[in-house]
Structure formats: C-alpha cells, structure tokens
C-alpha cells in the first residue's frame, strides 16, 4: 500500500548543531505536506506545511525542502535546542483525498547538551 | 484559547467491557478526526467528520469500533467490546474544513485493555 517513511530512526544531534530530518513518500499524487512533533506524553504539534508547487520554505528555525522528482521531504532544525526533543513525523494530503492525512512513521530526535 | 479537549486522559478496562472516548473539538472548527497511535502501526487516521457528517471511516478497524458527532461540539469513539490489542493512544483533532488547514490535535488517551 501507499507509505510515508514508514520507519522510526533515531537522530542524535549536539545542542546548537542544526538537524536535518528525512522523510520519503510513495504517492506522487501528495500534494500538501506538514511536519509535526510531538513531545512525549502529548498530541502531535504542527510546525510547518509546504505545497506541492513549491521547494522550499521556511519559518522560524526551521526549513523545509521539498523534492517531488525523487519524492522527499526533510526538516532542517537550525541551532537544535533540548527543547527540540521529540519525534518527528511528516505527513501528506492528497487533493481527492479531502482532508485526510497519511502520517509516516516519525524519527526520533535526542539534543545532547 | 482551549485547545482540543479529550477526555479521559488515561482509561483502564478489562477486555468485554464498553469504551467512550470523548473529544470537544476548537470552536469554531468543522472538522473533527479520530487516530489512534501504537509503536507497530505509528500514527492512523480512524475517522473523519466534515459538519457533523462522516466523511471517510475506512480506517476503523473492525465493527467493534463506532464513532458520532452529534453536534459540533462534541464526539465520542467508542468499542464495544474491548480486546487487549485496542490498546492504544487515540487521539482527536480538528481542524476548518480545507485541506490545508491545519489540525490541532488534542493531549490523546491513553487506554489499557487487560
């Protein structure tokens, strides 16, 4: 069936180095995309959305890279505090989908003091 | 401003018996969706509701799973009976109606099925 990097690595970063997380998406259909994190013990948390018709954007410390050719998506974290600590999933929309998101399997962020 | 409100936050039952998991989505939002989160199957969208309405429940699992929204500001996802692979974080969130609006998702509960 259709995935959104399904897996769950672990990213093990120095606090104040920035963090690039990946992710990979089958359907090329996808035409909205969002990263959120979630800490532990509460709900996922919203930090940034792209469209399909742009690469790049970005928002407060954080960037996201948008590759439709190969199907990629990455978080870029800049200057990676503790309280960046968390899992990570990017998700997608297709437009005949509606509203329904597909959740990848999520990376696991630790910030080293 | 309230957030996604679930309740409760922590359920503990014994397999057979009835769960009602609540939710009170943003005010405002015409958008509510049920997930239901575990280490082997991550992050999966159980139900979606547009104006009440169901939209898409193809992610419920099984018939033991029932979700409603009889009114814009509250819905419930209940299973009946229990079984201990139900164990899980269910989470709701909502979200306005287009599709890229974003969906806030609430604090979860976390049920135990012995």
């Known amino acids: 069936g259709e995935s959104v990097g399904l897996h769950l690595p672990t990213l093990s970063v120095q606090e104040g180095d920035n963090s690039i997380i990946n992710c990979a998406y089958s359907n090329s259909a996808s035409d909205y995309f969002i990263w959120y994190k979630q800490e532990s013990g509460k709900g996922p948390q919203f930090i940034i959305d792209?469209?399909?018709?742009?690469d790049k954007r970005q928002g407060q410390r954080v960037t996201v890279l948008l590759n439709k050719t190969v199907k990629h998506l990455s978080l870029q974290i800049a200057a990676t505090q503790p309280g960046d600590s968390a899992v990570y999933f990017c998700a997608e929309k297709r437009g005949a989908a509606g509203n329904k998101l597909t959740f990848g399997g999520g990376t696991r962020v630790l910030v080293k003091p | 401003d309230a957030g996604v409100i679930q309740s409760p936050r922590h359920e503990v039952t014994e397999m057979g018996q009835e769960v009602t998991l609540r939710c009170k989505p943003i005010s405002g939002h015409n958008s509510l969706f049920w997930y239901r989160q575990t280490m082997m199957r991550g992050l999966e969208l159980l139900i979606y509701f547009n104006n009440n309405v169901p939209i898409d429940d193809s992610g419920m699992p099984e018939d033991r799973f029932s979700a409603k929204m009889p009114n814009a500001s509250f819905s419930t996802l209940k299973i009946q009976p229990s079984e201990p692979r139900d164990s899980a974080v269910y989470f709701c969130?909502?979200?306005?109606?287009?599709?890229?609006?974003?969906?806030?998702f609430g604090p979860g509960t976390r049920l135990t099925v012995l």
């Open positions: 969130a909502s979200s306005l109606a287009h599709p890229t609006d974003t969906q806030y």
């Open positions: 792209i469209r399909s018709n742009m």
